[in-house]
């Protein structure tokens, strides 16, 4: 089950995410939440 937090994001760290968001999504033609996309990258990161 998903929480929601709230952080404060880095202008450069926020820029990069949505860099890769608008790459994803063109790559995939589908819609891709920022949300995920953070989930997403923290859980490569860490696991």
Do not use: G, W
Not at 5 to 10: C, G
Not at 21 to 44: D, G, H, M, P, W
Request: aromatic fraction near 2%; proline fraction near 0%.
């Amino acid at each position: 089950m998903s929480k929601r937090h709230t952080i404060l994001l880095d202008e450069n760290i926020e820029q990069a995410l949505r860099k890769m968001q608008a790459e994803l999504i063109r790559k995939t033609n589908k819609s891709v939440s920022f949300s995920s996309l953070i989930n997403e990258t923290l859980r490569k990161s860490l696991l």
